[in-house]
Every structure is written in structure tokens, then in C-alpha cells.
């Protein structure tokens, strides 16, 4: 199964703040509702709690929390205890691909086994954001592709989509 990260970062690597994006980008939001739709997305409790607390349609939703007890018990949501359960269920859906998306925890727990990242790069900078997503090293994923998308009247700052693949035999 493919191990593949999902994510929206500005040019200082900013997430989020007060468990929210920091911007509007509809054609972001469509990409990633294609790329995932019908597959498994693994998240943080935070990440979770962040879309309220509701699954997104259409998808396997793995949410990892330290006390999986506590999430509220219904259709379509997986609760793991550990980013290794998480793994283990999204394996058990018989998807090609698995998606983790989110938060900056989580990033950083699977950036170390992660096939593909698909990075939306804000073109714009956020210092006071709390929630970042790890740097990329760039000795073990190269871009494959980039397409970049300038502002509009729907979309407040410019970005470019990004398709990084890990070098074949790169290993932390």
C-alpha cells in the first residue's frame, strides 16, 4: 500500500492556527476531495475535531487518538490508538493508497515511511501559525510534477499543486 501525505502548506511550512487552515483555496479543496474520495485518510483527533467532529463522506475515516474510547462512535470513522494501528486498518480497506492528512504530529510521525507527499504550496508566508508541516528532505523526495496556479477572485493568495515521490531506495 502506498503511504502518502496530503497537505496544504505555506511558504514557511505553516498548517494551521487555532486548529484551523489559515486560508480559502476551493480548487485545493477539490483536489483533495478527488485524490481521496473512496480511500482511506488517516488523521490526528485534533485534525478530526477541526472538520467537527464529523467524517468526510465518501472515505475511510482512521482517527488516531491517544484515548480512541472517547471518539464519538459512528459510520465511516476508525478509531487507531497508534499511527501503526492506523496503518493496519487503512492496509485491512484493500486500497491502494492511504492518505494522512493531518496535523503537524501525525506529519511528523509518517513523513519517515511516506511514499508520496501531495503539498498544495501556498505562496505566501503565516509566522504566526502554531501547527507546521516538517521540512522536506529533499535527498529523499524529488518533485515530479508542479503546476502553478495563480490568485483569483476565489482564491485570495497564488499556490502551485506539488507531487513529490521518494527517491527509489531512499531511506531515512
Given at each position: ?52 467532529s464529523k467524517p468526510l463522506p465518501g472515505r475511510f475515516n482512521i ?26 486498518l487503512a492496509q485491512s480497506s484493500d486500497c491502494r493508497e492511504a ?39 529533499e535527498a529523499l523526495f524529488r518533485i515530479e510534477n508542479a503546476v ?25
Amino acid at each position: 500500500m502506498i503511504i502518502s501525505l496530503v497537505v496544504a502548506a505555506s511558504e514557511n511550512n505553516a498548517i494551521g492556527l487555532d486548529n484551523a487552515l489559515l486560508w480559502k483555496l476551493p480548487n485545493d479543496m477539490k483536489f483533495f476531495k478527488n485524490l481521496t474520495w473512496a480511500m482511506p485518510i488517516i488523521m490526528g483527533r485534533k485534525t478530526f475535531e477541526s472538520m467537527g467532529s464529523k467524517p468526510l463522506p465518501g472515505r475511510f475515516n482512521i482517527v488516531i487518538s491517544r484515548n480512541p474510547d472517547a471518539l464519538p462512535s459512528m459510520e465511516n470513522v476508525w478509531p487507531a490508538n497508534s499511527l501503526e494501528q492506523a496503518l493496519a486498518l487503512a492496509q485491512s480497506s484493500d486500497c491502494r493508497e492511504a492518505f494522512v492528512i493531518g496535523g503537524g504530529d501525525i506529519y511528523k510521525q509518517c513523513t519517515a515511511m511516506a511514499d508520496r507527499i501531495y503539498m498544495t504550496r501556498v505562496h505566501a508566508s503565516y509566522p504566526d501559525a502554531d501547527t507546521f508541516f516538517p521540512l522536506i528532505d529533499e535527498a529523499l523526495f524529488r518533485i515530479e510534477n508542479a503546476v502553478e496556479m495563480p490568485a483569483d477572485e476565489k482564491h485570495a493568495q497564488s499556490y502551485r499543486f506539488e507531487t513529490w515521490q521518494r527517491v527509489d531506495n531512499a531511506t531515512p
